[in-house]
């Protein structure tokens, strides 16, 4: 199994909770089997518990779609787990013996909240334009792609957008 930490609609707290009420003989060695991480070729991409060929992976950064967010992941996991290596390394051929170990959970770990993309106007949506921009616009002075003014004598449309100061990203989140 594998869960994004960043997908709101089946998130990895729900898919662990699954991933340990599965009714199977071994489900209390799997639930005191420990984490470690996930590596591939770009560096650790998750925890992953494994016992056996059984696991459950959280994948950092990784929203509904898992391969959409983190593509080598996905392929790591899912070539691994297809060719009966360990989930975390794949340089491991896999017995029934197997098992990861590390933090009975992943809780102490935390992700950097992504960047705040810079505001655009979106003609769909008139309210993301400033007035001005949206002047010219309904005048059809800028030249618009797939919705968005991309062509504008001021950037990109938001030169001057205010910011909204009552909206801190908290650190350490």
């Known amino acids: 199994m594998m869960y994004g930490d960043r997908d709101y609609a089946c998130n990895w707290i729900g898919g662990e909770k699954a991933s340990l009420a599965v009714p199977y003989s071994r489900a209390a060695e799997f639930a005191n089997t420990g984490y470690t991480p996930l590596v591939t070729s770009e560096g650790i991409k998750g ?100 919705f968005f003014v991309v062509e504008d004598d001021t950037d990109d449309g938001m030169v001057g957008w205010p910011q909204d100061s009552s909206q801190v990203v908290l650190g350490g989140m």
């Open 47 to 146: 925890m992953t518990r494994q016992l056996g060929n059984y696991s459950f992976t959280r994948v950092y950064q990784a929203g509904h779609e898992v391969p959409a967010y983190q593509p080598v992941a996905a392929y790591e996991i899912f070539m691994r787990a297809t060719l009966d290596r360990d989930i975390p390394t794949g340089e491991i051929g896999i017995t029934g013996e197997f098992k990861t170990s590390g933090p009975k959970d992943t809780w102490h770990i935390k992700n950097v909240a992504p960047e705040m993309p810079e505001p655009r106007c979106y003609v769909l949506n008139p309210g993301t334009c400033l007035p001005e921009v949206w002047e010219r616009v309904v005048a059809g002075n800028v030249t618009v792609k797939d």
